[in-house]
């Protein structure tokens, strides 16, 4: 049990990392949550697979393979930057129930199985790549909360008035990071979903827009937290976040290929909007 306060907007709340349990059995509130995510994110995805021209059937098997494959990369990431600790406890590397899930690893995971499903189903990769992105943004955007009822993912003391206090905190108020996380997700969803009903060119434009929406954000605010993962070398005397590097490279990457393929088109995202009367003017869409 927490008590979590945000003294500057007089707000206090009592939570319990524990939803309910049956003896020793126990399901928690971060669980439920991710869950909760990831169901909506593919509700989602079922309603916009026709507008991505992505056979239904085969996106959710691209989703099925890719939440394994992505289970199995936040781990191994989050393992492989603390090799020492878990070199000396070989036995806790497949404990997941005790924390330590990366989300770059799940995103790099879930991507790789996604792709390689899709590839042997014979599915265009770039479009299932702009509807997982959406999911993704869903799915981050929820599941983030999950750290506030387990008190991680924060950031470092400040005096802003939305600093968060717990007894994690040591009881002074830090940057609430997953709350700042979860809302430019939501916010990012709203603005990709929008781009993709309206201005989309080209398959693979709103995947390359969440690198750099999701990059900038991350680069930022992994430079808040407390509970990075570091590269096991230094750079002019300076430890590197692995999470701040690769948003800094994944930013930079998103935004080149945005502009190298800029007068890239696709004719069925014009078909679908001609069809559909979006951006045609009444009457003018169906030929």
């Known amino acids: 049990m927490y008590n979590v306060s945000f003294p500057g907007l007089g707000l206090d709340f009592d939570i319990n990392p524990i939803a309910f349990s049956a003896g020793s059995f126990k399901i928690h509130w971060y669980g439920i949550i991710i869950a909760c995510g990831l169901i909506l994110a593919m ?16 996106l959710f098997d691209c989703v099925l393979v890719g939440i394994v ?8 990431y989050y393992v492989l930057f603390k090799l020492d600790y878990y070199i000396a406890h070989p036995n806790e590397i497949i ?8 989300i770059y690893g799940g995103i790099i995971g879930a991507f790789l199985g996604g792709c390689i499903t899709a590839k042997i189903l014979k599915v265009k990769i770039l479009p299932i790549l702009d509807i997982a992105v959406l999911g993704f943004l869903i ?7 999950g750290n506030f009822f387990n008190q991680e ?34 916010l990012g969803f709203v603005i990709l979903h929008f781009l993709s009903k309206r201005f989309q060119k080209y398959a693979g434009q709103v ?18 937290r407390t509970d990075s993962l570091y590269l096991p070398w230094s750079l002019f005397g300076a430890q590197l976040r692995v999470s701040q590097l690769l948003s800094a490279v994944i930013f930079i990457t998103g935004i080149v290929l945005l502009i190298v393929f800029r007068k890239r088109k696709d004719s069925f995202y014009d078909n679908y909007r001609r069809k559909k009367g979006i951006g045609f003017g009444k009457g003018k869409g169906k030929k």
């Not at 509700?43 to 059937?57: C, E, L, Q």
């Not at 799915?139 to 909360?145: K, L």
């Open 43 to 58: 509700i989602y995805a079922y309603f916009s697979a026709p507008r991505f021209n992505v056979d239904r059937n085969k």
């Open 69 to 76: 494959t992505g289970v199995i990369g936040a781990r191994a």
């Open 95 to 102: 404990m997941i129930s005790n924390g330590g899930l990366a």
């Open 139 to 145: 799915g981050q955007g929820i599941g983030r909360w």
């Open 153 to 186: 993912a924060f950031g470092t003391v400040t005096d802003l008035p939305w600093g968060m206090v717990s007894e994690n905190t040591n009881m002074e108020p830090v940057h609430p990071c997953f709350l700042y996380e979860s809302l430019w997700c939501l």
């Open 207 to 224: 995947f390359l827009s969440y690198l750099v929406w999701y990059g900038l954000e991350r680069m930022i605010v992994e430079g808040l």
